[in-house]
């Protein structure tokens, strides 16, 4: 049945390539400008954005649909065991158990997403069918787990041998500390505007490494990790989930620019809030992406560091956001 409910020390970040029609050449990511750009594209987090893209461009570039397009996107990196903060290789909880978020969002407000899922390589197509299959927008833990079993998931071992290690060393003294872009990022989030200027978006993680057990962030959340509206924009949110929660990032990117704002400004603004509201927002990062019905781009950070890729015009590009904090 059809449901009708419908971003820890900083880092450098150097050398990082950029990818032309879906070629690699190396060079340093250029810097963000806002600028409009023709339909279609594709937008994602972080450098394995770029990957992300070429899949997204696949469908985009045959007509396809926005929806399609994201999901395609962001499973070649829940698949990929090299990226360590998104689904299969992703660094577990502290209890060593991989557990897996995500959320997708349609062009008709259709929205679905599962949480503390284990054992399933892909939960955003699994957030894709309880958004299509079950009157729900969310499903958690076991109950996305049999949800996911009943439409035919395999489920599989997704503690690879890297993190299964990882983790070993990491309990020898088990300190917990979030570090600035430590890991370069936690999720991917992308968004797709079609040939027929329709929006979706997609969010994906393993979370934070060594969070306790049963912890949720930002990216399966509506409206946090990911919103969109097909009538205004997209936006994602990548970083320290709580403050993303904390302020509905997403919503309220989606909802300043609903109010006439730039992609650019509604995002500087989403940080902004943070800065006002929440204490020690200094020791945490937040990356924001954004897009409108008109193609443009917004992309804004609270530390320097963060980047993302854009397919757009032919071109498949690594863009370095501005920030806030200097």
């Not at 062009?107 to 599962?114: L, R």
């Not at 071992?157 to 600035?180: C, G, V």
């Not at 917004?298 to 956001?321: C, P, R, T, V």
Request: net charge neutral; proline share 3%.
């Amino acid at each position: 049945m059809s449901s009708r409910r419908r971003f820890i020390k900083q880092s450098g970040l150097a050398s990082l390539g950029l990818i032309a029609a879906g070629q690699s050449s190396q060079a340093t990511p250029k810097k963000h400008k806002s600028k409009k750009v023709t339909r279609p594209l594709a937008i994602a987090t972080w450098k394995n954005g770029v990957q992300a893209n070429v899949a997204a461009w696949d469908v985009l570039s045959k007509g396809g649909r926005a929806l399609d397009a994201v999901e395609q996107g962001v499973k070649v990196v829940e698949a990929d065991p090299n990226d360590m903060t998104v689904g299969y290789g992703g660094r577990p909880d502290r209890d060593g158990i991989v557990t897996l978020d995500a959320c997708i969002m349609d062009e008709t407000g259709n929205a679905g997403s599962v949480c503390a899922l284990e054992n399933i390589k892909h939960p955003i197509s699994v957030a894709r069918r309880v958004m299509e299959k079950t009157p729900h927008v969310m499903l958690a833990g076991d109950g996305a787990l049999q949800f996911a079993k009943e439409e035919g998931f395999a489920e599989e071992n997704l503690l690879t041998d890297k993190a299964k290690k990882e983790f070993q060393e990491w309990r020898k003294t088990s300190d917990y500390k979030p570090l600035i872009n430590i890991e370069n990022h936690d999720t991917i989030g992308m968004l797709a505007l079609d040939a027929q200027g329709n929006i979706s978006g997609a969010c994906t993680t393993s979370g934070l490494a060594y969070k306790m057990h049963g912890r949720v962030g930002d990216s399966p959340i509506i409206g946090a990790g990911m919103y969109c509206d097909n009538e205004v924009g997209g936006a994602v949110a990548t970083g320290m989930g709580e403050l993303v929660m904390k302020t509905l990032g997403s919503y309220l990117v989606v909802e300043l620019m609903n109010q006439g704002m730039s992609p650019q400004k509604a995002v500087e603004e989403a940080i902004a809030r943070i800065v006002k509201k929440i204490p020690g927002y200094q020791d945490f990062q937040i990356g924001y992406l954004a897009i409108n019905k008109a193609g443009e781009v917004g992309a804004y950070s609270l530390h320097k560091g963060f980047n993302y890729a854009l397919y757009a015009n032919g071109e498949n590009q690594l863009i370095d956001s501005s920030y806030y904090l200097k």
